[in-house]
C-alpha cells in the first residue's frame, strides 16, 4: 500500500513559477513510475507528466512540454513537478499517481494504482 500527499498548489499570476511536491509512504517508492495528472473544471482529466522508477525516463503531454519538468528523490520518497511560465489553461486540480505498470504505459491513468488527494493550482490575474 502506498500513500501519496500532495502540496505546493497555489494561486500565481501567469507567467509565475511553482512547484508541486508529492510525498509517498512506503518501502517500495523506488519500485513505482511515478504520474502527474489534471483535472480543470468540467473536463477530464489527463496526463501531464511522468518518471520511470529506475531510469528516471521522464515522459510529458505536448502542453507542458518544455514548460513543466518532473523529477524524483528516492532517498526521501518524493516526487516532484516544476512548473514554468504558467498559464490560465494550466489551472486545474493536480494529482500525483504510483503504480508499477506506469513504467510501461506512463500516460495511462489505469496504469498507476495509488492516487493523492489533488492540490490545486489556479492561474490567473
Sequence with gaps: QVQL????GGLVQPGDS???????SGRTFSW????WFRQAPGKERE?????KS???RTY??????????????????TVFL?????????????????????????GSE?????WGQGTQVTVSS
Design 110 to 114: 489505469s496504469a498507476y494504482d495509488y
Design 18 to 24: 511553482l512547484r508541486l511536491s508529492c510525498a509517498a
Design 32 to 35: 513505482y513510475a511515478m504520474g
Design 5 to 8: 500527499v500532495e502540496s505546493g
Design 54 to 56: 529506475s531510469s528516471s
Design 82 to 106: 516544476q512548473m514554468n511560465s504558467l498559464k490560465p489553461e494550466d489551472t486545474a486540480v493536480y494529482y500525483c499517481a504510483a503504480g508499477e505498470r506506469g513504467n510501461y504505459y506512463p
Design 47 to 51: 496526463f501531464v507528466a511522468a518518471i
Design 60 to 77: 510529458y503531454s505536448d502542453s507542458v512540454k518544455g514548460r513543466f519538468t518532473i523529477s524524483r528523490d528516492n532517498a526521501v520518497n
